[in-house]
T-cell receptor, first 113, second 112 residues
Framework: DGGITQSPKYLFRKEGQNVTLSCEQNLNHDAMYWYRQDPGQGLRLIYYSQIVNDFQKGDIAEGYSVSREKKESFPLTVTSAQKNPTAFYLC????????????FGPGTRLTVT | SQQGEEDPQALSIQEGENATMNCSYKTSINNLQWYRQNSGRGLVHLILIRSNEREKHSGRLRVTLDTSKKSSSLLITASRAADTASYFCATAEGGSQGNLIFGKGTKLSVKP
C-alpha cells in the first residue's frame, strides 16, 4: 500500500510545548515538503527537502524545525517559538526529476491551547 | 508568497451543471497544476498543464492555460455531488526544483 502517512490525525498540546509531527513515504521520492493550511486559505510552504540530509526553509519557517535523516521520513517539530501553531499540517513528496506532481498525506490537525 | 489566485472563492451549482474555476498567477511558470481537497483531507493531484500547452483534458476535466494573460481555468463537466470539494491551482516556476506555489482555492458545492 504505497503512499504517504502522517500521524497522528489529531494532536492537542499545551502552549509552550514542542510537538513533532510524523511524515513517512514509501514512494521512493527524493523530495519532501511540509505545508501549513489555515481555514479558508491555501497552502504555505514551511520547509522542503530535495535530498537526504539537506533541507531548505520555505516561506514560513520561523518556529519550525525539520530533519531528513532517511529518505522516507521527514518529521516536523513545531516549537514553542511558533506564535500561532494551531493549524492543519500537510506533508507531501515528489520526484522532481520525473514530475512536478506532489503526493499528499492525509494531514495532521494540531490544536494548541 | 502566494502565486495563484482562484476565482470565484466559492461556487454553488446543481448536479449535472458545469463548474468553471479560474486561476491567475504572477510570474513565468514551467507548469500549472490543479489539485482537489475534500474537507479535512490531503490534496489529490488532478491534472498538470505545461507552459507550452494550451488545453488538456482528463475525463470530465478540461484545463486551459493562457500564458499571455497568466491565467488558467478548470472546467468540470456534468458535475456530481461527489465533486464537492475545494480546488487549488499550483504553479511551478522555472528552476524551482519542483516547489509549488498554491492559491487560496475555490470551494465548490454541488447540490443533488
Amino acid at each position: 500500500d504505497g503512499g504517504i502517512t502522517q500521524s497522528p490525525k489529531y494532536l492537542f498540546r499545551k502552549e509552550g510545548q514542542n510537538v513533532t509531527l510524523s511524515c513517512e513515504q514509501n514512494l521512493n521520492h527524493d523530495a519532501m515538503y511540509w505545508y501549513r493550511q489555515d481555514p479558508g486559505q491555501g497552502l504555505r510552504l514551511i520547509y522542503y527537502s530535495q535530498i537526504v540530509n539537506d533541507f531548505q526553509k520555505g516561506d514560513i519557517a520561523e518556529g519550525y524545525s525539520v530533519s531528513r535523516e532517511k529518505k522516507e521520513s521527514f518529521p516536523l517539530t513545531v516549537t514553542s517559538a511558533q506564535k500561532n501553531p494551531t493549524a492543519f499540517y500537510l506533508c507531501a513528496s515528489s520526484m522532481p526529476s520525473l514530475s512536478y506532481e506532489q503526493y499528499f498525506g492525509p494531514g495532521t490537525r494540531l490544536t494548541v491551547t | 508568497s502566494q502565486q495563484g489566485e482562484e476565482d470565484p472563492q466559492a461556487l454553488s451549482i446543481q448536479e449535472g451543471e458545469n463548474a468553471t474555476m479560474n486561476c491567475s498567477y504572477k510570474t513565468s511558470i514551467n507548469n500549472l497544476q490543479w489539485y482537489r481537497q475534500n474537507s479535512g483531507r490531503g490534496l489529490v493531484h488532478l491534472i498538470l498543464i505545461r507552459s507550452n500547452e494550451r488545453e488538456k483534458h482528463s475525463g470530465r476535466l478540461r484545463v486551459t492555460l493562457d500564458t499571455s494573460k497568466k491565467s488558467s481555468s478548470l472546467l468540470i463537466t456534468a458535475s456530481r455531488a461527489a465533486d464537492t470539494a475545494s480546488y487549488f491551482c499550483a504553479t511551478a516556476e522555472g528552476g524551482s526544483q519542483g516547489n509549488l506555489i498554491f492559491g487560496k482555492g475555490t470551494k465548490l458545492s454541488v447540490k443533488p
